[in-house]
């Protein structure tokens, strides 16, 4: 009997743990071909960083139209009325005005070169169409009506915002590009508020006006100054995003002697007395507020007077409680019959001697056709008189006392 050792057997899995030749071949060669992948992309990676340098150009077009696109326009017959020569609106081939056309706004597509600089406006060029914009179309009697003319405005400062970004400006001229167009954003929510959907959309409004108020704000932060109009910014933000805990923030974490202005002090204590539901206080803080802030502020307004009435429909609920409608319209900043008129639509009754009679269980919301703050705005058309539409987009209003 043969007692010596048996040989050792070795499993297929045991045979197939180690590569073969082959495989530390092939092995080897992917290693390879992976640094060399590695290495080409960070090439490629230096190209396009050196490209994202090389980017950085200004336009050459002088004018705010190029002259291509007039041309373009013109055959096309795609001008709009105010950009067309006096006199020719009317014939079958309306003559673009060079003075007067302004490069609209295109969506990028593919193909076409967004960077061609003869198509581009550099920054003065830029703040001179934005000016033309707001002394000749917006502030002008003879352009009318005037949703017309917020969406000839609205699409113009949207093709301005695209040339500011290819061209990636920044500056001064930035600053006050963003600064008038705010203004404007700010303005029209208030002059067209109640509009019909088809020709005014306050959401996408609100949608561009955050986006170049965002965008201002960083300026201010990222940017050296200084900024004399960053106290107007930061107020107006805030009034326009009553509520917000983002805006709060902004407003803040400002320098100490920036954030104790007047202006900022005034719309924190708005701020404060709206997050406390306390409708009183806002709406007699808002007495204090400029033109432009209080269109900012206008959107809140109706949420803010309807408070009022549901409080006190419960502290005054009672069969033999009267209130005053003249103090009561005092209180919602309105006059007697616009009071009277709100306090109906609220299922709050008016008895002909002038006396509210509150009750909690009368209380209701107002019908969608009654939902519109645009015949409770008085507060703000009083703050309007003396001044001109040009002069409130410009900036040139009276701050606050």
Known sequence: ??????????????????????????????????????????????????????????????????????????????????????????????????????????????????????????????????????????????????????????????????????QRVSGPDCVAILEKAVRFFIYSSYRLCGEPLRLYDPVINDTHLQEFLSWLLDCYSTGTGPYLNQEEFYSLGLLYNLGSTQAAQHVMELPARLRGSPSISLALAINRAFQERNPVRLLRLARRLDFLQLCALHRHLPACRRDLLLTYSHAYSSRNCRFPLDALARLLSLDAALAAQLCLAHGVQVSRDEQVVFSKAAFAEPEQGHAHCNPYHGIVSEKQRNLTVDGVIHGRTAKVV
């Open 1 to 166: 009997m043969n007692h010596g050792r048996a040989p050792r057997r070795i499993s297929h899995s045991q045979r197939s743990a180690g590569p073969s030749g082959r495989q530390w071949r092939q092995r080897n060669n992917e290693q390879s071909k992976s640094r060399t992948q590695r290495g080409e992309v960070e090439e490629d990676e230096q190209k396009a960083g050196q490209r994202e340098k090389d980017s950085e150009f200004r336009g050459t077009c002088q004018t705010m139209c190029p002259a291509q696109e007039l041309q373009d326009r013109e055959r096309k017959n795609c001008l709009h009325r105010f950009e067309m020569v006096p006199g020719t609106e009317k014939s079958k081939k309306p003559r673009g005005d060079p003075s007067r056309a302004v490069k609209e706004y295109s969506r990028p597509a593919a193909g076409k070169d967004a960077t061609n600089p003869t198509e581009l406006r550099p920054p003065s060029v830029l703040l001179k169409t934005v000016c033309y914009l707001i002394d000749n179309i917006v502030a002008s009697p003879k352009q009318h009506p005037w949703t017309e003319v917020y969406s000839f405005v609205f699409d113009r400062l949207r093709s301005v915002k695209q040339d500011m970004i290819i």
